[in-house]
């Protein structure tokens, strides 16, 4: 079975400019999570989703950035514009509605110039 | 609130036993996740405490005190390719969010 799958890898970009970033979560995991993780610490939930639902999303700075599900499989997780604080790896995660364990994506490596 | 300390740094010698420590402090309790985490590569799920107790897992132990707000990670029989960061995960009452300490980067050396 594939795990999470995420893409880009890597991706740098100058500041101000738009990035993007894609998840596919594990089949039939309804719960689909993005998280930051700065270098040396742990993951911060920025958001989760329940099926297309953005049911918590306080952590998200909604001034730039914007995420989104459509039809509760993939999700996309949008800057726009990006500063150079917001280098770090962005991790998406899944999980099944019933279970607390959550599996995780290889991430996205952002760096702002 | 949540808080969650582990130590940032540990090393240890190939072949030895190490105990990665964890404290928390949360308004909510529904478990404890133990995650690995190589340089550059996802968290990888190790193990998950929810009643106080050790769980075994071949060379991997976990440990819950839930009144004393504290767990930690056995290691034993060090290899090399443990070399990693290690991640304490508390879940919310609901089961539904995890919040993660700062991770424990730990070194094995020859």
């Known amino acids: 079975e594939a795990g999470v799958v995420q893409s880009p890898r890597y991706k740098i970009i100058e500041k101000k400019q738009p990035v993007a970033f894609w998840c596919n979560p594990i089949?039939?995991?309804?719960?689909l999570y993005w998280y930051l993780q700065n270098l040396g610490q742990g993951p911060e939930l920025l958001i989760r989703?329940?099926?297309?639902?953005?049911?918590?999303d306080s952590q998200l700075p909604k001034d730039r950035f914007s995420a989104e599900r459509l039809k509760g499989v993939d999700s996309t997780l949008k800057i726009q514009p990006a500063e150079l604080g917001d280098s770090a790896v962005y991790l998406c995660?899944?999980?099944?509605?019933?279970?607390?364990?959550?599996?995780f994506g290889p991430g996205t490596r952002l760096t702002v110039t | 609130g949540q808080n969650i300390d582990q130590p940032t740094e540990m090393t240890a010698t190939e072949g030895a036993i190490v105990q990665i420590n964890c404290t928390y402090q949360?308004?909510?309790?529904?478990?404890l996740f133990w995650y690995q985490q190589h340089a550059g590569e996802a968290p990888t799920f190790l193990s998950y405490?929810?009643?106080?107790g050790l769980e075994e897992k071949g060379r991997f132990s976990s440990f819950l005190s839930r009144s004393k707000g504290y767990s930690y990670l056995l290691l034993k029989e060090l290899q090399m390719k443990d070399s990693a960061s290690y991640l304490c995960a508390v879940s919310n009452d609901a089961g539904n969010m995890l919040t993660f300490g700062g991770g424990t980067r730990l070194m094995v050396k020859p």
């Open positions: 989703y329940e099926n297309e639902e953005a049911v918590d």
């Open positions: 995660a899944s999980s099944l509605e019933d279970r607390n364990e959550q599996y």
């Open positions: 949360t308004s909510g309790f529904n478990g």
């Open positions: 089949s039939g995991h309804n719960t």
């Open positions: 405490n929810v009643l106080d």
